[in-house]
């Protein structure tokens, strides 16, 4: 290795993210929106009750297909007992709650690492309360969904709380789920 | 086994979905509907840039704590090379198409269950537009999650494909995503 190539391309790494390559990322985006749009897919086959099993492999982003090398996710939902399940697998509430919480996390790293913020731990708690009667049918005034979701989280960082607040926001899953989104659905039988 | 016992007690069992204990569910729900007041949990912590892990655990449903034989689920949130991650798990935005796929075939199942409509096969594709630039704050036109998510699921039964999407309609997170929840979040540093 020399010390003239070293020293000339050592990406800026911050809260595990390479800045250089975010930073050129943003510059290409700004060159063309269309690296911009990204199309995320899973398939989901049932497998009886309470479970089934989703695979998730080919996105689209960046001008191409991603993830082309047969590399797959394999994950099932299921439900506890108490909803008439096995609980081999957590249920798609669960899930849903891994999904937000992940995303803010790592929009947090991310945004934070940006702004040239360090990070050095985060650490957070999520829970959303869900009352059954809507999914049962049994009351039209109550939703079938989550009513209320609620984060907890604790960073170790010197920036204020309010910042990494702000940071949070620009979280996909976060917008997602606190704005709401057209969702179609197409059924076939046979 | 005598004969007596097992005519009696037999469960009714459809899409293996126990509709004895369901209809059961649903008469204790309507005698205290406290009973139908759920509260979902997860905690998570960051692993380092695209990385973080979620642990799932006790919840509390049916009046009660469940779930606390000590069991636990535990996940990790991703992201592909081209978000500057390493792919090592799905990213948090793929997940939330494991859960909503999940739930609207779990959802499926119980209710047609519930009318005594035999489902043999569900196989479902998922997909989400994202726009990137929402995320890297370069556009405040673009939202920062999914702008549309569309679902196709072939079913084998019997049924019409109007009734099986009515079904679809009583899903939880189908519910949560497509018609917003609040969710607070709470930032502490230290």
Not at 76 to 102: M, Q, R, T, Y
Not at 109 to 122: F, L, N
Not at 134 to 146: A, C, H, M, W
């Amino acid at each position: 290795m020399s010390n003239a190539t070293s020293t000339e391309s050592e990406p800026k790494i911050m809260n595990g993210v390479n800045v250089t390559t975010l930073f050129d990322t943003i510059d290409a985006v700004k060159g063309n929106a269309a690296i911009a749009k990204f199309n995320f897919r899973a398939a989901n086959t049932w497998i009886g009750g309470d479970k089934n099993r989703s695979t998730i492999k080919e996105f689209t982003g960046a001008l191409q297909e991603q993830r082309t090398n047969g590399k797959s996710f394999v994950f099932e939902n299921g439900e506890h007992p108490v909803l008439l399940g096995e609980d081999k697998a957590p249920n798609p509430v669960e899930w849903l709650l891994h999904a937000l919480i992940g995303c803010l996390t790592t929009t947090t790293a991310y945004h934070a690492a940006s702004r040239g913020i360090a990070i050095d731990a985060i650490d957070s708690q999520i829970e959303g309360d869900l009352d059954l009667r809507g999914f049962l049918g049994l009351s039209e005034d109550v939703r079938k969904g989550y009513s209320a979701i609620r984060v907890h989280m604790r960073v170790k960082t010197k920036a204020e709380p309010a910042t990494i607040k702000s940071l949070t926001a620009m979280s996909p899953v976060f917008d997602t789920v606190s704005r709401s989104v057209p969702v179609t659905v197409d059924v076939e039988t046979y």
